[in-house]
């Protein structure tokens, strides 16, 4: 007898069954997938946003340290100023009596150089208004920079396996 082309009844079965198994199992991942994405996602955002807070937390102490060293370096002027004053008042009497005395504005440099230098939190405040990274030098990265150049390389690895994930399917 003659044989007919093709598929058996079971056979048949058996393919529609692999479909449907192939079909079910590839919407479950891509279920999973979807939810690992957006986990992702939030994970991402979130990170973004703690970035921000610190940010703005480390602006915030920034700008409180510059101002308390402002204060102390006007209320330090200050002061260096009225001891200047007084020594030049307590000297000008000194001032154009004969051969040899000194004159006005040798009595007032000379009064600057003596409290001026004798004062030197003046020097310390300005320095340390300029150098708000806590005595680094430069070379180093802060925390804050450090944190963000994770955040993105996270964000990155994250962006770039999903592509990946992607292509694969």
Not at 79 to 96: E, H, I, N, P, Y
Request: with cysteine; proline share 1%; aromatic share 4%.
């Amino acid at each position: 007898m003659y044989k007919k082309a093709g598929l058996t009844r079971r056979g048949k079965v058996a393919v529609a069954v692999a479909g449907v198994a192939i079909v079910g199992g590839g919407t479950i991942w891509f279920q999973v997938h979807s939810a690992a994405v957006a986990k992702d996602e939030k994970a991402a955002a979130a990170l973004q946003v703690q970035m921000k807070k610190l940010e703005l937390e480390e602006m915030r102490i920034r700008n409180e340290q510059a101002s308390t060293d402002k204060k102390a370096a006007t209320v330090s002027a200050e002061k260096v100023q009225a001891a200047v004053d007084k020594c030049v008042k307590d000297s000008s009497g000194l001032v154009g009596k004969g051969y040899g005395s000194p004159s006005r504005s040798d009595v007032v440099a000379d009064c600057k150089q003596q409290y001026e230098t004798a004062d030197g939190s003046g020097m310390q405040i300005a320095g340390s208004s300029r150098n708000t990274d806590g005595g680094q030098d430069g070379g180093e990265i802060s925390s804050p920079a450090l944190l963000g150049l994770i955040a993105g390389g996270g964000l990155a690895v994250a962006i770039f396996a999903r592509k990946g994930k992607k292509a694969d399917a």
